[in-house]
């Protein structure tokens, strides 16, 4: 097994490293809020203060922070991974970042030595905790086949997409598309709850028809329920909308639906929804006020 540090142990992280140790690997964490090391810490990991302390010694580092700039801090900072980690060590960046962001991360790794792969998941709470996350990657195909057993032990697939950035490209792809149904989806709830239809009766026929999804079969029962406990947050499905037609505009690409998705998405954020899950763009469409 191996020694592992982990970066950023929030609520998607703290599961992956979670399943990380009961894989048997050895942990090395750090969090921005240090008192969320403190469970891993309880059952064996070593809790450290900076980005650079966790990564020394570390075979592979584990990335799972919120965007951009928080990347960008534990990674190429003063006290960052890049600077403190060995040749040969592994980077597999979970985050959700822009393709540019990965590419220039992974530059600089190389420079040192280090491997690089931009390797963001789809799934949520509940596919992080029953490890069964699927890894999309980006970067060198050695480096990916030797963090696979990382993978394994964290999700259900992880599948090489080729140079630095694709793993990146194809997460923005997969968060739009998400986000895209759900906001039809949240349309097509309050138009049903507005026509006076059975609850479920029309969860029952619209689960079996032609936009059947497990999206459809998640989300629109918890937007009838009004039940927004968060999964993934509104706030960082914006951030990757925005992500999204960043890329769109470096590859002079139209996505007149996508920019409308992010439009809603960016009210919903407005309207102190951002903490909420994504689902919660329905209120933003139904004009209604969170439960208190």
């Given amino acids: 097994m191996s020694t592992v540090a982990f970066i950023g142990v929030g609520a998607m992280g703290s599961r992956m490293a979670s399943n990380l140790q009961a894989a048997g690997h050895a942990l090395r964490v750090y969090n921005r809020d240090r008192a969320k090391t403190r469970a891993l810490a309880d059952q064996g990991a070593q809790a450290c203060d900076t980005p650079a302390a966790a990564a020394k010694g570390a075979e592979f580092v584990v990335s799972m922070v919120a965007d951009d700039a928080a990347t960008r801090a534990v990674m190429l900072g003063a006290d960052g991974v890049v600077a403190a980690a060995a040749a040969g060590t592994v980077i597999v960046d979970s985050s959700t970042n822009t393709p540019a962001m990965a590419r220039e991360v992974a530059r600089a790794a190389a420079a040192r030595g280090v491997a690089y792969l931009d390797a963001p998941v789809s799934g949520s709470l509940a596919q992080a905790q029953g490890k069964e996350l699927v890894f999309m990657v980006g970067g060198e195909r050695a480096a990916f086949d030797r963090a696979k057993p990382l993978m394994a032990a964290m999700g ?4 090489h997409m080729g140079g630095s950035g694709t793993g990146a490209t194809v997460k923005l792809i997969n968060n739009m598309l998400s986000g895209t149904m759900t906001c039809a989806i949240a349309e097509a709830v309050t138009i049903a709850e507005s026509a006076g239809l059975d609850v479920a009766a029309a969860l029952e026929v619209l689960g079996e028809g032609a936009a059947a999804s497990r999206l459809l079969k998640t989300r629109m029962p918890k937007m009838f329920k009004r039940d927004f406990a968060p999964q993934f947050q509104l706030e960082l499905m914006e951030k990757d909308l925005r992500y999204f037609l960043q890329l769109a505009l470096e ?8 920019s409308l998705v992010r439009a809603q998405y960016q009210a919903a954020r407005r309207a102190a929804l951002g ?16 439960k208190t």
């Fill in 156 to 159: 259900r697939m992880a599948t």
């Fill in 251 to 258: 590859l002079d690409r139209p996505v007149p639906v996508a």
């Fill in 275 to 290: 903490k909420l899950d994504s689902g919660a763009v329905f209120l933003q469409a139904a004009g209604e006020k969170p």
